[in-house]
Nanobody, 119 residues
Framework: QVQLVESGGGLVQAGGSLRLSCAAS????????MGWYRQAPGKQRDLVAV??????TNYADSVRGRFTISRDTLKTVSLTMNSLKPEDTAVYYC??????????????WGQGTQVTVSS
């Protein structure tokens, strides 16, 4: 069994910063890509940023230059969000592509953490 536990969401004023963290645990043989997605009310869940096992990153155009994703360890990932805007308000989900012992790669999701940016 695999768990992704997120922390760090909250309420911040526009222009402020927040840092989200996510840690994977369980019977993990290998963790590949890790990333963050977000879902605003009434909208689909969209990719925010992803980092590969080798440290390569990719960002949504809307956050590039403001957000930074980092692979702190092979099983943890963080998202530093600067210059936050009200349109960044959403539930943020950690995602990881994980291979468990004796299994194939699967997608795993955290429970989500609310980020609210006030104007």
């Amino acid at each position: 069994q695999v768990q992704l536990v997120e922390s760090g969401g909250g309420l911040v004023q526009a222009g402020g910063s927040l840092r989200l963290s996510c840690a994977a645990s369980g019977r993990i043989s290998r963790t590949n890509d890790m990333g963050w997605y977000r879902q605003a009310p009434g909208k689909q869940r969209d990719l925010v940023a992803v980092v590969t096992r080798d440290g390569l990153t990719n960002y949504a155009d809307s956050v590039r230059g403001r957000f930074t994703i980092s692979r702190d360890t092979l099983k943890t990932v963080s998202l530093t969000m600067n210059s936050l805007k009200p349109e960044d308000t959403a539930v943020y989900y950690c995602n990881a592509k994980i291979i468990v012992f004796g299994g194939l790669e699967s997608d795993y999701w955290g429970q989500g953490t609310q980020v609210t940016v006030s104007s």
